[in-house]
Nanobody, 123 residues
Framework: QVQLVESGGGLVQAGGSLRLSCAASGGTFSRYSMGWFRQDPGKEREFVAVISWSGAVKYADSVKGRFIISRDNAKNTVCLQMNSLKSEDTANYYC?????????????????WGQGTQVTVSS
């Protein structure tokens, strides 16, 4: 069983930056693909970024060029550097993990989820 704990959310002005972190425990971190998703109340959870066990990355079009996902297998952490933030980036951000061979952007393919961290971007 993998436990995920996010941190780093907060309130930031539009154009600013935040760095989210996700600490993993209880599994072999290096074998998991790690994703970041976000969700606004009343909306579906949406894909933001994923980094596979091999380090391959993929981003949602809405964040491409602004967000960077990275992982540190020695520290069992995955981070999301968010730059040039916009008001539409406001959401609760979730870290997720799955152990399948192929990386995926689909919410229902992830087995483990954190509790989320709120990001609020003021315009």
């Amino acid at each position: 069983q993998v436990q995920l704990v996010e941190s780093g959310g907060g309130l930031v002005q539009a154009g600013g930056s935040l760095r989210l972190s996700c600490a993993a425990s209880g599994g072999t971190f290096s074998r998991y693909s790690m994703g970041w998703f976000r969700q606004d109340p009343g909306k579906e959870r949406e894909f933001v970024a994923v980094i596979s066990w091999s380090g391959a990355v993929k981003y949602a079009d809405s964040v491409k060029g602004r967000f960077i996902i990275s992982r540190d297998n020695a520290k069992n952490t995955v981070c999301l550097q968010m730059n040039s933030l916009k008001s539409e980036d406001t959401a609760n951000y979730y870290c997720a993990a799955h152990g399948r061979v192929l990386s995926t952007t689909q919410v229902d393919r992830y087995d483990y989820w954190g509790q989320g961290t709120q990001v609020t971007v003021s315009s």
